[in-house]
């Protein structure tokens, strides 16, 4: 499980109840509760979203948001050296010994690469089945991303549309002046709720589904480099060299230090 974003949105809830209750009672956390302004605003921009999209989309879209607090099982070190070991197995025994190899394999983007080359396929169609597999994982995944971005800047929008319904009915009534104050408080809440949406919940969750993916595209592509290279029987050392240059700088020197491949 992904602490970092358990303790990040905890973090952000406390510090939210902390500024609303600092100097006054807990009781003053009731303030910001307001079921029409919670409708209009949450209501609104789910409602938006789900006129976006079909509603298996929209399903989809909701189920990725578990997707944050879970940890990449895959690391660009570990793929490396897997490859590595594939690399050394298919220059001593051939490339068909790799067959036996690639079935013990868990990523299946990496064993389905293995075994076109165990098959002997053409490399350029190796090279253009992999990167046609990457491309539509790659869509995929921008669907969940702009699920959340496009839900993201509707929270706000809805948030301004029930604060102007607030201020058309507090502006209908100024014959009273004692109401003025909590009418105006109620309006100001929906613009709450739509900030509390966006930039609690959808930013975040859009970023990191965005950053797990980009570290997702860069390993396959890794992959793609190395299953070719086994495949032209490169030198596993030369191969090695060449995916290293996947890595950040201070990546690569601690795989060297613990003795590459």
Known sequence: M?????????MCLGLMIFGMVFGKSFSAVMNFLDAPSALVTFGGAFGAILMMNPMQDFIKGLKSFT??????????VD????????????????????????NNL??????????????????ELVRSILEADLV????????????WKNLGAMGPAWGMIGTLIGLVLMLKDLS????????????????????VLANWICTPVANKLDAYNSAEMKLKEMMIEGILSIQAGENPRVIEEKLKAFLAPGERSQF????GS
Do not use: C, W
């Open 256 to 259: 060297s230090e613990e003795g």
């Open 79 to 102: 793929t490396i050296r897997s490859i590595i070991d594939l690399s050394n197995l298919a220059r001593r025994e051939g490339l068909l010994a790799l067959e036996e190899s690639a």
């Open 136 to 147: 539509n994982t790659d869509t995929r995944h921008q669907g969940n991303i702009g699920f």
């Open 2 to 10: 992904d602490l970092a974003s358990l303790i990040g949105m905890m």
């Open 176 to 195: 009273d002046p004692d109401s003025i104050g909590p009418n105006m408080a109620v309006a100001l809440i929906t613009t709450f709720y739509g900030s």
């Open 106 to 123: 868990e990523d299946e983007f990496m064993k389905k690469g293995v075994m076109l080359i165990v098959d002997g396929t053409d490399p």
């Open 67 to 76: 997707l944050i607090f879970k940890v990449p099982a895959a690391s660009e």
